[in-house]
């Protein structure tokens, strides 16, 4: 198992086009997470899912964002009609169970998005 | 807003020196858990060290260990005989109901040789 994978690491996109990120978790990990981490800040949590039901999203997840964990594995992260204010680092997490437990989360090295 | 603040935006120490991070938070919860993550530049963030709330024994791993203060609400890192590694950014997270995490805003630390 080599950890939580991302893809792509980076990606540059037109304002105004759609994109669309992913994350495999470590496989036996029941729990996925996404955040968002602009320059020089703490990452803001976006959404959760437990296996394949997606049990909380934040405000910060507006409508023109959508997040898709399929089958309880990966995840897809995807954003319509990006905007300049979309350009941050996006972050996959998984765990299993909730924070407490003892490794709490694993993280990627996220998707580096950059609107133009 | 339940917010977690690290003061601290930048640190320096000298390497072997020992230094410490400050963390303080809100929560209205009795139960729940504190992190510290280390963040390398443009590299994954990793779990550095986590408290329980409910134990009042500070946690130790290694060369870091935490000063948690419950009443207070703070919970800062001490990171001893500091090593050119060690330079990143640190961040302070609680979590929420036993799921997601609040972050702060991170303390960028430096080592110098």
């Known amino acids: 198992d080599t950890g939580v994978s991302q893809d792509p690491r980076h990606k540059i996109t037109k304002r105004g086009q759609n994109v669309t990120f992913r994350c495999d978790p470590i496989?036996?990990?029941?729990?996925l997470y996404w955040y968002r981490q602009t320059l020089g800040q703490g990452p803001e949590f976006l959404t959760y899912?437990?296996?394949?039901?997606?049990?909380?999203k934040s405000r910060l997840l507006s409508d023109r964002f959508s997040a898709e964990r399929p089958k309880g594995s990966f995840s897809t992260l995807e954003i319509q009609r990006t905007e300049q204010g979309d350009s941050a680092m996006y972050l996959c997490?998984?765990?299993?169970?909730?924070?407490?437990?003892?490794?709490?989360?694993?993280f990627g090295s996220g998707t580096r998005l950059t609107v133009v | 807003a339940q917010t977690v603040t690290q003061s601290q935006p930048e640190m320096s120490v000298q390497e072997a020196e020992t230094v410490t991070l400050s963390c303080t938070y809100d929560?209205?919860?009795?139960?729940?858990?504190l992190f510290w993550y280390k963040q390398p530049p443009s590299r994954q963030m990793i779990l550095v060290i986590r408290?329980?709330?409910?134990?009042?024994q500070n946690a130790t791993e290694n060369r870091f260990s935490v000063n948690f203060q419950k009443a207070a609400k703070s919970f800062s890192l001490k990171i001893s005989d500091s090593q050119l590694g060690d330079a990143a950014m640190y961040f302070c997270?609680?979590?929420?109901?036993?799921?997601?995490?609040?972050f702060g805003g991170g303390t960028r630390l430096m080592v110098k040789p």
């Open positions: 997490a998984s765990s299993l169970g909730g924070t407490g437990t003892r490794y709490g989360y694993t």
């Open positions: 496989s036996e990990h029941n729990r």
């Open positions: 899912f437990q296996n394949e039901a997606q049990l909380e």
């Open positions: 929560t209205s919860e009795s139960d729940y858990y």
């Open positions: 408290q329980e709330a409910y134990k009042q």
């Open positions: 997270a609680r979590d929420n109901a036993g799921n997601m995490l609040t």
